[in-house]
């Protein structure tokens, strides 16, 4: 079993930032793509960035190009942490934040129904 323990969220002004950490454990975490999805109030999930396996592939939603950088950190094979840095926030960042594992190795797809581990989530709030 995979486990998810995400952290990092909170409350920025419009133009801080933010830096989002997940925490990936068990199974064969290593060769697994992580990502991150959004949900705000009364919209459907979005994936913001994805990373696959190796880190030498990442995904951005159109939104957040320029704003947001994913990174991981592989160095060791049991645990690997993902980091979702965020600038330049915009009160439409605000959303709850998940932690995604894609078994496939890729987390570049935009179907919440292709990915297979889920974090607790965790709240993103920016004001204006």
């Known amino acids: 079993q995979v486990e998810l323990v995400e952290s990092g969220g909170g409350l920025a002004q419009a133009g801080g930032s933010l830096r989002l950490s997940c925490v990936a454990s068990g199974g064969r975490i290593s060769e697994y793509g992580i990502g991150w999805f959004r949900q705000a109030p009364g919209k459907g999930r979005l994936l913001v960035a994805g990373?696959?396996?190796?880190?030498?592939?990442?995904?951005?939603?159109d939104s957040v190009k320029g704003r947001f950088t994913i990174s991981r950190d592989n160095a060791e094979i049991t645990v690997n942490t993902v980091f979702l840095q965020m600038d330049n926030l915009k009160p439409e960042d605000t959303a709850e934040y998940y932690c995604?594992?894609?078994?496939?190795?890729?987390?570049?797809?935009?179907?919440?129904?292709?990915?297979?581990?889920w974090g607790r989530g965790i709240q993103v709030t920016v004001s204006s």
């Open positions: 995604v594992v894609d078994l496939t190795g890729w987390a570049r797809q935009s179907s919440p129904n292709e990915y297979d581990y």
């Open positions: 990373i696959n396996w190796s880190g030498s592939t990442t995904y951005y939603a």
